[in-house]
């Protein structure tokens, strides 16, 4: 079994705590999203992929697109369908789709993509679009030119290892690299965006990332003692408690 499978369902059991604390999506980025696509996402059939718990899915909806969401956590969801419920879900992932070919206008994985098989997921992508319709993949990644974010990032990487991303992807910006996927051209933009939280959400949001998570009650003690220790750095750069997490949304787009 890869080691992305586990990992990858490892947020079931943190579901409640993944809708909660995770950050959404600037405005800006359905914005880009319509134009790469050469489209707007009203009254588009969109499939989201890899949905989670909805926060891509939810904006892709409020803009009117039509749309269904593929997830395959059981925990996960149900979680969406209990906040979105007239949004049809779907049990499945990115590497077999379970969808008719030529069903979709966009094809949309939020945070999602590098949990796949890009050999089995692209040419997947491509067969379920339609002429003319767009894959387009992003990740909110931590702005690295903030320095409290750098600072945190290298506690991040001494805490769970070289191998993780401080954004909690395994692989890091490895797994974003858009340029080694055959098959067609992406078209790319990076949005930088922030948003204020108390520090409980951002370490809320922390502890989230699969990283923690397949640690499971065996790593507990280890992240909460982490989780402590962060809370005093953090302190004495935010002391009235409010963060502002930073960011940069990284977006490819690929036209069929």
């Known amino acids: 079994m890869s080691e992305t499978v586990p990992r990858a369902l490892s947020f079931d ?28 996402l009203s009254g588009s059939r969109a499939v989201d992929v890899g949905a989670g718990t909805g926060i891509a899915t939810r904006l892709l909806h409020e803009r009117g697109a039509r749309v269904t969401a593929v ?45 796949t098989d890009p050999d089995r997921a692209l040419p997947e992508a491509l067969r379920v679009l339609r002429p003319g319709g767009a894959l387009a993949l992003w990740w909110n990644v931590s702005d690295y030119a903030v320095p409290w974010v750098v600072d945190q990032a290298e506690r991040l990487r001494g805490h769970l290892g070289a191998g993780d991303s401080a954004d909690g992807t395994p692989g890091g910006a490895g797994s974003r690299n858009l340029t080694r996927l055959s098959g ?26 699969s990283a923690f998570l397949v ?15 962060e809370r005093g750095h953090l302190a004495a750069v935010f002391p009235d408690g409010l963060i502002e997490e930073r960011y940069v949304v990284e977006l490819g787009v690929l036209v069929r």
């Open 13 to 40: 059991s943190a579901a409640a705590l993944y809708a909660a604390a995770r950050p959404g999506y600037p405005t800006a980025l359905l914005d880009a999203v319509e134009e790469l696509a050469g489209r707007p």
């Open 184 to 209: 067609g051209e992406f078209a790319q933009r990076q949005l930088r965006w922030s948003r204020t939280v108390p520090v409980d959400t951002h370490l809320a949001n922390l502890s989230s990332h």
């Open 71 to 115: 997830e395959p956590g059981p925990g996960m969801a149900g979680e969406l369908h209990r906040t979105l419920p007239s949004v049809p879900v779907v049990r499945g992932d990115g590497n077999r789709l379970p969808l008719a070919a030529a069903s979709a206008d966009l094809i949309t994985y939020a945070q999602s993509w590098h949990w």
């Open 215 to 229: 640690r499971g009650a065996a790593g507990e003690q280890s992240t909460h003692r982490f989780m402590d220790q």
